[in-house]
């Protein structure tokens, strides 16, 4: 792209996208399905511009002072909210702006060092259908089980909750030299649709979320000897039974499926 851009501001994390190419798989991925469209830290507008096309509901949350200059080139001033997305409830957000009974389309770039309390607070949005998100390739290889061959032990909360709530696939890759300053590590572009029917329910969140830290807290360690000070050895042994599980098995080699069994029998 040949517009000038805003000098980038480093304590935001900034990388502003320069490729077309994935410019346009981002822009373009869900917008047959999409009833609404939020985008979460749009910057100067790189992808607000071909967002704003798509003629839906479309509303963006931004961080920069100095950016709404750029992005009313593309979208009314009263569609900007200046504020830390980190600080909005999306779901009192998504009812102001009248789009809480839409299947809204979350588009966002996320800043590395705010991405993971991003992703879980989008996550329990239940109005956010779908989710075109940009991750530094470190976290989406949490995201996506196995992305790296090399690692065979991959697992972890934020993909059990990922992968729990939404189908989850690579959408693009995005080497340094895609953006303007090239960052020094690779990004990854990770399409979500969410499931209709998760198997723990979105109203367990909190609950589920608070099983994965104990569990996952010393992932390398015997499965008895993390859980131990949480539940009883009663009900350990009758869950690690059911569940099919050893109290020596470490969490980190656990499928998805067992992880939510053994969720179930301990809740």
Known sequence: ???????????????????????????????????????????????????????????????????????????????????????????DFFEQKEINNKDIWLVSN??????????????????????????????????????????????????VLSQTYFDVSVLCQAPPGAFQPPPKVDSTVVSFKRRENPVIALSEFKQFESFLRKLFQFKRKQLGSVLKSHYSPEKLADAFEKSGVLRTDRAESFSLEIIQNLYKELR
């Open 110 to 159: 996320l800043p590395y060092n705010v991405s993971v309390p991003l992703l879980i607070s989008f996550i329990k949005a239940p109005q956010i259908k779908y989710m075109t998100l940009m991750f530094q390739r470190e976290v989406a290889d949490k995201v996506i089980s196995f992305m790296n061959p090399k690692k065979n032990k991959s697992m972890g909360s934020l993909l």
């Open 1 to 91: 792209m040949t517009k000038t851009l805003p000098w980038a501001d480093k304590n935001l994390g900034q990388h502003f996208l320069r490729s077309q190419n994935v410019i346009d798989s981002i822009t373009n991925d869900f917008k047959e399905e999409a009833q609404a469209i939020i985008e979460v830290g749009p910057g100067p507008g790189i992808l607000t511009e071909f967002l704003a096309k798509h003629e839906l509901p479309f509303f963006v949350i931004e961080k920069d002072k100095r950016f709404p200059e750029y992005l009313e080139q593309f979208i009314p001033s009263e569609a900007i909210t200046l504020s830390d997305a980190l600080e909005i409830h999306l779901e």
